[in-house]
């Protein structure tokens, strides 16, 4: 009944989409015949032709796109009966007991996730070659009852045919988001076309959320209320575990030019070593705030639902979900080497890619220290040597007040304890007498050649004073750290682990049309970037295209680090000037014409502007 109740839906409403646009065509054509009265005919018809234009043009465009486009190839790694013996009988039987037709393939992919896809024919009244997407992470961390619960849950899709307006759907997103985004966000056509699109969605994610349900019946029933439950439960605990593993163990290396050698077994190893962490994530309620754009209905909702359907309990099978795989190991290098591409990255195993990892984030601050020096001092190779100098003759104080101006001198010098360690840090692992230990348990260690615990600190609180100083060095000496190691390696400021924060389109730069990204960095300057009526359109396509570290690398990067002073001369539209190390300035003007990424980017622009001033 739910397909059948969104398959008409969505063809109803796909068939609404060029009604709409019929009757706005009629309605210019009337407007335009109503002017002709009162206003002379070229006058008339130029007027009206945006409208023309709009709903004509763009819908044709669109639609023809929507017809010729076909669906992104097959995803992830496919596992044969070979690979995964167990795992496919168990696909089997589950398919047999929701009466579903047995899956084509089964892909294996990157993600906290499972899915079907069903390539059907005829508006989806044939059925056509069917694939089971199973996320890695899943076979990881689940037991063998979860994710026959997932398994069931996905399989019940297809059994409730769920899958066979896919390709429509597809289409029909497509050729609704196409016309939208050739109409310019000022035509009134498109604010028609935009409320019908929202519409269009809330029709669509109601049909989803009700299959969500009926597919959970499937889970129940073949899995048990128990499993199914606790797979639920799950989901979100594997979800917070895979972003803690990226953001913490896999970006910055990735970001610095490395990838790990074996990336989907450290996570295998991250879940092990973390274990009671995770025991208190399962613990905690989860926030499943619903919303009638989701997708997927609450889980607070899901799982009162199973408590009201039928239980089917059977024996609890509490082995880990990876022993459906004949070889996981073997299975996880495999997906890495079909779903990551590494392009120049360095493989290394994780104890090195570690080391590497973090060492690199240290150098990156002491670089902005060494890069500081210079412009303090005029020094073309800024160094650890040369701030011993600085201490010796006595000038540190002043320096450091440059980081904490707020601080008296003598504060200062107590502040800048922490990055003096750091720039000990550098300089002992590029002499090789120090090293960054992984862990999966807990941050990486800063340990000495011996493998325990190195404390720079106190070093550092006596290299930061000029009568104590030489006590440092001979410190350093001993543990074979030699401070002319310590020096500038990025002698310019990059994005590299910069964060982005939001944009700006049609903002003159100088006096030269821009668009900008604001990073928690700096600022991406991308000069000439076309038409100013796709502002915002253009700045979303423009960070979907790239990471921001390689946009900044394409485009001009202002280092917030350069930048001595702001001037806000104006709000709205925005009107600031900007004071460089160097003397020179840099205008900054916003158009009237100006168009967001998101609606808060000009106050985040706003207060990093503030902050430097």
Same mark, same amino acid.
């Given at each position: 009944?739910?397909?059948?109740?969104?398959?008409?839906?969505?063809?109803?409403? &796909?068939?609404?989409?060029?009604?709409?646009?019929?009757?706005?065509?009629?309605?210019?054509?009337?407007?335009?015949?109503?002017?002709?009265?009162?206003?002379?005919?070229?006058?008339?018809?130029?007027?009206?032709?945006?409208?023309?234009?709009?709903?004509?043009?763009?819908?044709?465009?669109?639609?023809?796109?929507?017809?010729?486009?076909?669906?992104?190839?097959?995803?992830?790694?496919?596992?044969?009966?070979?690979?995964?013996?167990?795992?496919?009988?168990?696909?089997?039987?589950?398919?047999?007991?929701?009466?579903?037709?047995?899956?084509?393939? +089964?892909?294996?992919?990157?993600?906290?996730?499972?899915?079907?896809?069903?390539?059907?024919?005829?508006?989806?009244?044939?059925?056509?070659?069917?694939?089971?997407?199973?996320?890695?992470?899943?076979?990881?961390?689940?037991?063998?009852?979860?994710?026959?619960?997932?398994?069931?849950?996905?399989?019940?899709?297809?059994?409730?045919?769920?899958?066979?307006?896919?390709?429509?759907?597809?289409?029909?997103?497509?050729? +609704?988001?196409?016309? +939208?985004?050739?109409?310019?966000?000022?035509?009134?056509?498109?604010?028609?076309?935009?409320?019908?699109?929202?519409?269009?969605?809330?029709?669509?994610?109601?049909?989803?959320?009700?299959?969500?349900?009926?597919?959970?019946?499937?889970?129940?029933?073949?899995?048990?209320?128990?499993?199914?439950?606790?797979?639920?439960?799950?989901?979100?605990?594997?979800?917070?575990?895979?972003?803690?593993?990226?953001?913490?163990?896999?970006?910055?290396?990735?970001?610095?030019?490395?990838?790990?050698?074996?990336?989907?077994?450290?996570?295998?190893?991250?879940?092990?070593?973390?274990?009671?962490?995770?025991?208190?994530?399962?613990?905690?309620?989860?926030?499943?705030?619903?919303?009638?754009?989701?997708?997927?209905?609450?889980?607070?909702?899901?799982?009162?639902?199973?408590?009201?359907?039928?239980?089917?309990?059977?024996?609890?099978?509490?082995?880990?979900?990876?022993?459906?795989?004949?070889?996981?190991?073997?299975?996880?290098?495999? &997906?890495?080497?079909?779903?990551?591409?590494?392009?120049?990255?360095?493989?290394?195993?994780?104890?090195?890619?570690?080391?590497?990892?973090?060492?690199?984030?240290?150098?990156?601050?002491?670089?902005?220290?060494?890069?500081?020096?210079?412009?303090?001092?005029?020094?073309?190779?800024?160094?650890?040597?040369?701030?011993?100098?600085?201490?010796?003759?006595?000038?540190?104080?002043?320096?450091?007040?440059?980081?904490?101006?707020?601080?008296?001198?003598?504060?200062?010098?107590?502040?800048?304890?922490?990055?003096?360690?750091?720039?000990?840090?550098?300089?002992?692992?590029?002499?090789?007498?120090?090293?960054?230990?992984?862990?999966?348990?807990?941050?990486?260690?800063?340990?000495?050649?011996?493998?325990?615990?190195?404390?720079?600190?106190?070093?550092?609180?006596?290299?930061?004073?000029?009568?104590?100083?030489?006590?440092?060095?001979?410190?350093?000496?001993?543990?074979?750290?030699?401070?002319?190691?310590?020096?500038?390696?990025?002698?310019?400021?990059?994005?590299?682990?910069?964060?982005?924060?939001?944009?700006?389109?049609?903002?003159?730069?100088?006096?030269?049309?821009?668009?900008?990204?604001?990073?928690?960095?700096?600022?991406?300057?991308?000069?000439?970037?076309?038409?100013?009526?796709?502002?915002?359109?253009?700045?979303?396509?423009?960070?979907?295209?790239?990471?921001?570290?390689? &946009?900044?690398?394409?485009?001009?990067?202002?280092?917030?680090?350069?930048?001595?002073?702001?001037?806000?001369?104006?709000?709205?539209?925005?009107?600031?000037?900007?004071?460089?190390?160097?003397?020179?300035?840099?205008?900054?003007?916003?158009?009237?014409?100006?168009?967001?990424?998101?609606?808060?980017?000009?106050?985040?622009?706003?207060?990093?502007?503030?902050? +430097?001033?």
């Amino acid at each position: 009944m739910v397909a059948t109740f969104r398959a008409l839906a969505s063809l109803v409403m &796909l068939v609404g989409f060029y009604v709409v646009a019929l009757l706005q065509v009629a309605a210019a054509v009337l407007l335009a015949y109503g002017l002709s009265s009162v206003l002379p005919g070229f006058l008339a018809l130029k007027l009206t032709f945006p409208l023309f234009a709009a709903s004509v043009g763009a819908v044709l465009v669109a639609l023809w796109k929507a017809i010729r486009a076909t669906p992104e190839p097959p995803y992830g790694l496919p596992l044969t009966a070979d690979q995964a013996p167990e795992l496919w009988s168990t696909v089997r039987q589950l398919a047999a007991v929701v009466d579903t037709r047995v899956p084509d393939e +089964i892909r294996l992919v990157p993600e906290v996730n499972a899915g079907v896809s069903e390539d059907a024919r005829l508006l989806g009244l044939l059925g056509g070659h069917r694939t089971l997407y199973i996320g890695l992470p899943l076979l990881q961390a689940m037991t063998v009852d979860q994710l026959r619960a997932v398994l069931a849950h996905e399989l019940g899709h297809y059994s409730g045919r769920h899958t066979r307006l896919g390709a429509v759907a597809y289409r029909g997103r497509l050729a +609704i988001g196409g016309a +939208i985004g050739r109409i310019g966000p000022r035509n009134p056509v498109g604010w028609v076309f935009r409320g019908y699109a929202l519409l269009y969605m809330l029709v669509d994610n109601a049909a989803s959320r009700r299959q969500e349900l009926e597919a959970d019946r499937a889970s129940v029933q073949v899995a048990g209320r128990t499993a199914a439950v606790s797979a639920l439960r799950e989901l979100p605990v594997i979800r917070a575990a895979w972003t803690f593993f990226h953001d913490r163990y896999v970006g910055p290396g990735w970001e610095a030019g490395y990838v790990p050698a074996d990336l989907f077994g450290g996570f295998a190893e991250l879940l092990a070593a973390r274990a009671d962490q995770l025991a208190g994530l399962r613990a905690a309620e989860p926030d499943d705030a619903g919303s009638r754009w989701n997708t997927h209905p609450p889980l607070s909702q899901r799982i009162s639902a199973m408590a009201a359907m039928p239980d089917n309990p059977g024996v609890a099978d509490d082995r880990p979900a990876r022993t459906l795989l004949a070889d996981p190991e073997a299975v996880a290098r495999a &997906l890495q080497e079909v779903v990551v591409d590494a392009g120049n990255r360095t493989p290394l195993p994780w104890p090195e890619f570690t080391n590497a990892m973090v060492a690199d984030a240290v150098q990156q601050e002491a670089d902005a220290v060494y890069r500081a020096l210079g412009r303090f001092t005029g020094e073309a190779e800024p160094n650890l040597p040369a701030v011993f100098r600085l201490v010796e003759q006595q000038r540190f104080p002043e320096f450091a007040e440059t980081f904490f101006p707020e601080a008296t001198r003598r504060e200062a010098v107590g502040k800048f304890v922490p990055l003096m360690e750091t720039l000990l840090q550098s300089a002992a692992v590029a002499s090789g007498a120090a090293r960054w230990r992984h862990s999966w348990s807990e941050p990486a260690r800063f340990t000495g050649r011996d493998g325990e615990p190195l404390q720079l600190r106190p070093i550092a609180e006596l290299a930061v004073r000029p009568e104590t100083l030489p006590e440092a060095v001979t410190q350093l000496t001993a543990l074979g750290i030699d401070p002319a190691q310590g020096t500038v390696v990025r002698r310019q400021a990059t994005a590299e682990g910069a964060q982005l924060l939001g944009g700006l389109a049609n903002v003159k730069v100088d006096g030269v049309e821009h668009d900008l990204l604001v990073l928690d960095r700096g600022l991406v300057l991308i000069g000439n970037p076309g038409k100013a009526d796709r502002g915002t359109r253009r700045l979303e396509e423009l960070v979907s295209s790239a990471p921001v570290t390689e &946009l900044a690398g394409r485009h001009r990067f202002l280092p917030f680090e350069e930048v001595t002073g702001a001037e806000i001369q104006r709000e709205v539209p925005l009107k600031a000037e900007l004071t460089l190390h160097d003397g020179s300035r840099v205008s900054l003007r916003e158009q009237w014409s100006s168009e967001l990424l998101e609606k808060e980017s000009r106050d985040t622009l706003l207060s990093a502007l503030r902050s +430097i001033d």
